[in-house]
């Protein structure tokens, strides 16, 4: 499997002078407004790993794959297992260079900053989760459209949120402000563990 | 084991209306087993069978005597595959391959990799995608040999091919059967490939399986009566398969030669290469 995960960073790395030129401006953006620009560069290296499937498909690499031994079981593994480990880096390097910004500009709140970081993880593994299965099912040429719609339901959400925080009961505010910790991992882990049983589910059931 | 695949009663239907089998044989170990068939007939179906890419409908399947589905991870560690037109995605370089497969296979053999490259000239640095169709094939059996398979299964690995080139793989795939525990199952519509190395012959016709025969027997047997416009009825029925009418003539498929040859003296009797028998067995009428 380690070799499936290698192939798709391989694939990536050409993209990789597109993601420092964007983290580069990132850190002067950041030093006008820090925390708004902390999710693009996770949210961009996950639509960077979606290529990946578009490369897998374009040359059948699928059909290739399964001659291999574990092949199939593999091929979803892999690709989930990749984007957590570039998700997690992405999301650390962000972490990283903000601190810095901070210390430089004397404004330091490390809090905010491992809960923003924090809340940037857990939303584009959240919608990482809810495509996996549809590119499975799909292709990724189909459920490209499903991405874009997912995305903007997903900031739709967040926005509708943080509009009608005041209409939200209180007593759900409070639950949610003193267990967030435990609601918000569990919630992920959940969904990123039924996106990976139903995609391993569809995967085997398919053929190519 | 005598065999290295063994199928049997194998048959899958698709939505378009194409159906593959039934189907049963056996693909003898140590030997190069060509397949042939015009496009569409299921050659590549019956290969994805083997592979499980595709599900079967009924049937079963053993390779190196194990049930392919449940040993399949064990079984899939000695087969290395040429498909047509499934490979690696095209930005990956060459010298990327052998990281990738080196974790892949637990027998991946960077250094036969390289061997094999050097030997058909192919660029490490380059991308796949940068390759000509004659480069991209050759990379494609490097590929396919490197962690030293038992069993080859190759879909229309010369195609596209210069004929040197060519000659040059068939000799690779030629040394590859002189171990007697590797075995070659070769597709192929370029049948004058097959003369030249095939030791078996299995013939698929819109999804049946029409011929699975030694190659000698079909050259030392098969034949074709060359007769006259008007002398098609002295020809009886019980001698030959099938017969094609040309301009001026009528040719005849037999299967029994040197009968035939004390038979019908007066007749012309000619050998037959696979090409011949494969049209005349697609085109013929009984």
């Known amino acids: 499997m380690l070799g499936l995960i290698k192939k798709d960073f391989l694939l990536i790395k050409g993209n990789l002078k597109l993601v420092s030129i964007i983290f580069i401006v990132l850190i002067f953006i950041s030093f006008e407004e820090s925390s708004n620009f902390i999710f693009i560069p996770a949210f961009i290296s996950i639509i960077l790993f979606f290529s990946t499937f578009s490369y897998d498909e374009y040359n059948k690499w699928d059909a290739y794959a399964i001659t291999f031994p574990n092949g199939k079981e593999n091929i979803v593994k892999s690709k989930y297992l990749s984007t957590l480990l570039l998700v997690l880096f992405t999301v650390l390097i962000t972490m990283i260079i903000w601190i810095i910004i901070s210390i430089i500009n004397n404004n330091l709140d490390i809090e905010y900053i491992l809960l923003t970081s924090f809340g940037c993880f857990a939303s584009v593994i959240f919608l990482q989760s809810i495509m996996y299965p549809l590119i499975f099912k799909f292709g990724i040429e189909k459920s490209r459209i499903v991405i874009f719609v997912g995305i903007f339901i997903l900031i739709a959400i967040i926005g509708l949120i943080s509009r009608n925080i005041g209409s939200i009961p209180i007593e759900v505010v409070s639950l949610f402000n003193n267990y967030w910790m435990i609601i918000v991992p569990l919630i992920i882990i959940i969904t990123f563990s039924v996106s990976y049983y139903l995609s391993k589910k569809i995967y085997m059931k398919k053929e190519f | ?286």
């Open chain 2, 1 to 286: 084991m005598i065999n290295a695949v063994e199928i049997k009663n194998l048959s899958k239907s698709y939505n378009n209306g194409f159906k593959l089998g039934e189907i049963s044989l056996n693909i003898p170990k140590g030997l190069i087993i060509g397949l042939i068939g015009e496009n569409g007939a299921g050659k590549t179906t019956l290969i994805k069978s083997i592979l499980n890419i595709i599900k079967i409908d009924t049937g079963n399947i053993k390779i190196f005597d194990k049930d392919y589905i449940n040993y399949e991870n064990i079984i899939k560690e000695d087969i290395g595959v040429v498909l047509d037109n499934m490979f690696f995605p095209e930005l990956l370089t060459l010298s990327d391959i052998d990281k990738i497969m080196g974790d892949i296979f637990k027998n991946w053999d960077s250094k036969l990799y390289f061997d094999f490259l050097n030997k058909f000239n192919l660029p490490i640095k380059r991308t796949i995608k940068n390759l000509s169709k004659g480069m991209r094939k050759k990379l494609e059996i490097a590929t396919a040999l490197a962690h030293h398979p038992k069993l080859l299964i190759l879909d229309e690995p010369t195609s596209g091919l210069d004929p040197i080139t060519r000659s040059e793989v068939l000799d690779i795939f030629q040394n590859f059967v002189q171990d007697e525990e590797h075995t070659i199952l070769f597709s192929t519509h370029i049948t004058s490939d097959l003369e030249h190395i095939a030791d078996y012959i299995i013939f698929i016709d819109q999804g049946k399986l029409v011929l699975n025969e030694n190659k000698d027997t079909i050259v030392d047997n098969y034949g074709i009566l060359k007769c006259d416009i008007d002398d098609f009825n002295k020809v009886s029925r019980e001698d030959y398969l099938v017969y094609k009418k040309n301009k001026y003539s009528y040719d005849f498929l037999i299967n029994n030669k040197s009968k035939i040859k004390k038979k019908y003296r007066d007749f012309v009797i000619d050998n037959i290469s696979l090409e011949e028998l494969m049209i005349l067995m697609i085109k013929g009428d009984k």
